[in-house]
């Protein structure tokens, strides 16, 4: 189990240094949320103003039609976080949710849980009147695409997501949750090339589905059925990625022993690991680098703090760590009917860890079950 992390910072520093005391405040919070973590992140108070102005924020749970999020004075745990990845191929076409991850804080705001939804997971999706849907049983990726039809205009990303949201609660039994975000996977990788991209550990060999050794897209066969022509591998090991390197990885689920659990392993690690680029020397202490990265969040991000802004939730998570977040695996299998797969469902055992996480015995729970954590190696 992670330890607290060192408390006790001051506030502010000389304001002629620029550099606030509390150093880490999340000035890049939407970029880490990007890449689909929510930690804090710090900088400089240059950034301070910028962050704001780049990054998207917008009803994603329909609190407008409820006539508002109240706000309430400062921010206080535990605090449950939806962030969703979305790869939109085009406006017209509704937008899949590729990545589903819930970030659980712990009530010190020190400390983490990340766990992973599988996409394909079969799951009942509750009627939703604003998009014309009747609901129904189906793999939980398609709930944002159902909540995203508005009659007569373009789907809305933020609409989906209101009704994912509700899908993913009752899945998870989370009444509410604090805080989401979309992030848009074009602009993910403008993300890590802003960092510099991202050393990682890789746990397994892994062949790219989509991508050659040069980066450029892999053939489509004749007729379809996959791809033709050399693939990029990702060998075991400590390696350095750049942008387009690291958006396919974290893609990667055909050739896999555990297929759709092996990547979302893949992506909580790599989570981990952008936490730790992001909080470096080289990033923090680096003006221009820190506010490429921002622009970079800004053009890649939706974000709903339902009363926070997005520099609330950074400060409140400041003393949050890629080593005091712990990735969890919840065990899972296909679900065949007639001979044909359907989708995901979760072991009961996944029933257990979302009963432990509303009742307040998460660690407990967590450190007598040490099999759901996923290892960074």
């Known amino acids: 189990m992670a330890g607290p992390a060192r408390k006790g910072r001051g506030r502010t520093k000389d304001r002629k240094s620029g550099a606030p005391r509390w150093a880490r405040l999340c000035t890049v919070f939407g970029a880490v949320l990007v890449v689909l973590s929510g930690l804090a992140l710090g900088g400089f108070k240059m950034a301070l103003a910028r962050v704001e102005g780049a990054v998207t924020e917008a009803d994603l749970f329909g609190d407008e039609a409820g006539g508002g999020a109240p706000k309430v004075a400062d921010i206080k745990g535990p605090l449950n976080i939806l962030l969703v990845g979305i790869?939109?191929?085009?406006?017209?076409?509704?937008?899949?949710?590729?990545?589903?991850?819930?970030?659980?804080?712990?009530?010190?705001?020190?400390?983490?849980?990340?766990?992973?939804?599988?996409?394909?997971?079969?799951?009942?999706?509750?009627?939703?009147?604003?998009?014309?849907?009747?609901?129904?049983?189906?793999?939980?990726?398609?709930?944002?695409?159902?909540?995203?039809?508005?009659?007569?205009?373009?789907?809305s990303a933020a609409q989906g997501f209101e009704?994912?949201?509700?899908?993913?609660?009752?899945?998870?039994?989370?009444?509410?949750?604090?805080?989401?975000?979309?992030?848009?996977?074009?602009?993910?990788?403008?993300?890590?090339?802003?960092?510099?991209?991202?050393?990682?550990?890789?746990?397994?060999?892994?062949?790219?589905?989509?991508?050659?050794?040069?980066?450029?897209?892999?053939?489509?066969?004749?007729?379809g059925g996959g791809y033709l022509g050399p693939q990029k591998e990702y060998k075991k090991g400590t390696r350095h990625l750049q942008g387009w390197e690291a958006l396919?990885?974290?893609?990667?689920?055909?050739?896999l022993p555990n297929g759709d659990y092996d990547r979302q392993r893949h992506q909580q690690q790599f989570v981990r690991a952008m936490a730790d680029q992001a909080l470096s020397k080289d990033v923090v202490t680096n003006p221009l680098k820190l506010d490429k990265v921002v622009q970079a969040a800004g053009k890649s991000l939706i974000f709903s703090g339902r009363g926070h802004r997005l520099l609330d939730f950074g400060f409140a998570l400041r003393q949050l760590r890629s080593d005091t977040i712990q990735m969890i695996k919840l065990p899972g299998g296909g679900v065949m009917e007639g001979g044909k797969y359907q989708g995901e469902?979760?072991?009961?055992?996944a029933d257990d860890f979302f009963a432990a996480l509303?009742?307040?015995?998460?660690?407990?729970?967590?450190?007598?079950?040490?099999?759901?954590?996923?290892?960074?190696k």
Do not use: C, W
Request: net charge positive.
């Open 345 to 349: 469902r979760f072991e009961p055992i």
């Open 163 to 223: 009704l994912l949201s509700q899908t993913v609660s009752n899945v998870t039994g989370i009444k509410r949750f604090d805080a989401g975000a979309i992030i848009n996977f074009g602009g993910f990788q403008k993300i890590v090339d802003a960092m510099g991209g991202v050393t990682m550990y890789i746990d397994q060999n892994v062949k790219s589905e989509h991508k050659r050794p040069d980066g450029k897209q892999r053939t489509l066969r004749p007729g």
């Open 248 to 255: 396919d990885y974290v893609r990667q689920r055909y050739g």
């Open 358 to 376: 509303r009742d307040g015995t998460i660690d407990t729970f967590v450190m007598s079950n040490p099999k759901l954590l996923n290892k960074v």
């Open 87 to 155: 790869d939109p191929r085009n406006p017209e076409t509704p937008p899949l949710a590729d990545s589903i991850m819930v970030l659980h804080v712990n009530s010190t705001l020190d400390s983490a849980y990340l766990f992973s939804l599988p996409r394909d997971l079969l799951v009942q999706i509750p009627r939703f009147e604003k998009a014309g849907f009747a609901g129904g049983r189906e793999k939980l990726n398609g709930a944002m695409a159902h909540g995203s039809k508005v009659p007569g205009k373009l789907p």
